[in-house]
């Protein structure tokens, strides 16, 4: 079983800085673990689709981001930690929303799409205000 939990939210102001973490356990029944995964990072607002923030691809090389955060969050991993995280600065009101890692644990390759992922976080509120 593959777990993920999400940490570092919370009520921040327009312009300040969160640093998301997801710490990572298990292995799947084939037996990967962590370092072979992709990660991601999508993002729900309340009477919203979630939608795509942030990719990484298994080693880190890869990464993707929505149009919406490109150029203000960055996602990042230590494999020896399982760890990924998100960087957020420049937040904006429309930032707020419950943020949710999720883990690709099949082929590495990083996705922007939910189907693409096997395991999810509970995820953490993210508030921005103006």
């Known amino acids: 079983q593959v777990q993920l939990a999400e940490s570092g939210g919370g009520l921040v102001q327009v312009g300040a800085s969160l640093r998301l973490s997801c710490t990572v356990s298990g292995r799947t029944t084939s037996g990967r673990t962590f370092s072979s995964y992709a990660m991601g990072w999508f993002r729900q607002a309340p009477g919203k689709e979630r939608e795509f923030v942030a990719s990484?691809?298994?080693?880190?090389?890869?990464?993707t981001y929505a149009a919406s955060v490109t150029g203000r969050f960055t996602i990042s991993r230590d494999n020896a930690k399982n760890m990924v995280y998100l960087q957020m600065n420049s937040l904006k009101p429309e930032d707020t929303a419950v943020y949710y890692c999720?883990?690709?644990?099949?082929?590495?390759?990083?996705?922007?799409?939910?189907?693409?992922?096997?395991?999810w976080g509970q995820g953490t509120q993210v508030t921005v205000s103006s």
């Open positions: 990484i691809s298994y080693t880190g090389a890869s990464t």
């Open positions: 999720a883990a690709e644990t099949y082929f590495g390759v990083l996705s922007t799409r939910e189907s693409g992922y096997e395991f």
